[in-house]
């Protein structure tokens, strides 16, 4: 069965850095997605993609997120500079056009810690 | 959106038919019923998604009512290894690049 996958699985930086997430999409999928969730909360939405360019993004996402997708396959987050607050786990997500029933494919997760 | 309510947490024995409800007042005609699944540090994975009636898959089933102001996640016969937190969302899927608003789910304990 495809499936979204993440790397890395852990990611340790200290405040200030800049940090990139990485993601492989389902192939054939069209509609791709970051979200997040702090330790014991809710998974959060952060942002969504199509056709190359943003379609969406929550407050959460500011100036110092971006998203790109450099390639065919990958699908990145950047954070430009990393705050002790931007301490959680980060999911991608992807999700297919065509589908009769509509469902996000979730990754792993890659947790980011910021100390 | 509409605001979904369901129980913070449930507990279950082995083998026993666990039915977690959700409520969902103000849905929209347009908005559909998904459920996902999250095992720990892991990321959510759906379920099932409905829109009226019933629906049923290999994992479980779902019931909304004909008024569908809530809707009922069916788990048969549960095990270990369904200990979990699931969510209930509502909202109108495109097809497109449609974002999920997770709210904080119920925790199923399952035990021996």
């Known amino acids: 069965e495809p499936e979204v996958t993440q790397t890395p699985s852990h990611q340790v930086t200290q405040m200030g850095q800049e940090v990139i997430l990485r993601c492989v999409p389902i192939?054939?999928?069209?509609?791709f997605y970051w979200y997040r969730q702090i330790l014991g909360q809710k998974v959060e939405f952060l942002v969504s993609?199509?056709?190359?360019?943003?379609?969406?993004k929550s407050e959460i996402f500011d100036d110092q997120f971006s998203v790109e997708r450099p390639d065919g396959s990958n699908f990145t987050l950047k954070i430009r500079s990393t705050k002790l607050e931007d301490s959680a786990m980060y999911f991608c997500a992807s999700s297919s056009r065509l589908a009769e029933i509509y469902e996000q494919y979730f990754g792993p997760g890659t947790r980011l810690t910021v100390t | 959106l509409a605001k979904t309510t369901q129980p913070i947490s449930m507990d279950s024995y082995e083998g026993q038919e666990v039915n977690i409800t959700c409520s969902h007042n103000n849905i929209a005609t347009n908005d559909y019923i998904t459920w996902y699944q999250q095992f720990p540090s892991q990321g959510p994975r759906f379920i099932i998604q409905g829109y009226k009636t019933k629906v049923t898959n290999e994992v479980a089933s779902l019931f909304i009512p004909a008024d569908r102001k809530s809707s009922t996640l069916s788990l048969p016969r549960v095990s270990l290894s369904d200990t979990a937190v699931y969510y209930c969302?509502?909202?109108?899927?495109?097809?497109?690049?449609?974002?999920?608003?997770f709210g904080t789910g119920t925790r199923l304990q399952v035990t021996l």
């Open positions: 969302l509502v909202g109108a899927y495109t097809g497109t690049a449609s974002k999920l608003t």
């Open positions: 192939s054939n999928h069209l509609y």
């Open positions: 993609f199509y056709n190359n360019e943003i379609s969406e």
